[in-house]
């Protein structure tokens, strides 16, 4: 069974920095599509960044050029590096995986990751 941890979430000054991680345990995960997502109080649950198996990366509209999103496939990890955070960047930020093996596709749908963390609080104040 796999499980996701995510750590590294906390309160930040706007501006500031953090540093997330998801540690995958029960199977590696190397070959495999992982994302991050976020969830603020009354909303959905919101694409933020994915890395493919290969190593190609996506970002939503909102993050581009002040998240990244990175893997280490010998730790099983993937990390989100939020540089020059908003008060809007708060929310639940949760770590996930796609079941598929070597799949094409890179998606931004919650729907699409078979396995999730149980979150991490990032909040930025104003």
């Known amino acids: 069974q796999v499980q996701l941890v995510e750590s590294g979430g906390g309160l930040v000054q706007a501006g500031g920095s953090l540093r997330l991680s998801c540690t995958a345990s029960g199977r590696t995960l190397s070959n495999n599509a992982m994302a991050w997502f976020r969830q603020a109080p009354g909303a959905e649950r919101d694409f933020v960044a994915s890395?493919?198996?290969?190593?190609?990366?996506d970002y939503a509209d909102s993050v581009k050029g002040r998240f990244t999103i990175s893997r280490d496939k010998a730790k099983n990890t993937v990390n989100l590096q939020m540089n020059s955070l908003l008060p809007e960047d708060t929310a639940v930020y949760y770590c996930?995986?796609?079941?598929?093996?070597?799949?094409?596709?890179?998606?931004?749908?919650?729907?699409?990751?078979?396995?999730w963390g149980q979150g991490t609080q990032v909040t930025v104040s104003s």
């Open positions: 890395i493919h198996w290969s190593g190609r990366t």
């Open positions: 996930a995986a796609d079941a598929s093996l070597l799949a094409s596709a890179l998606a931004r749908t919650p729907t699409a990751y078979d396995y």
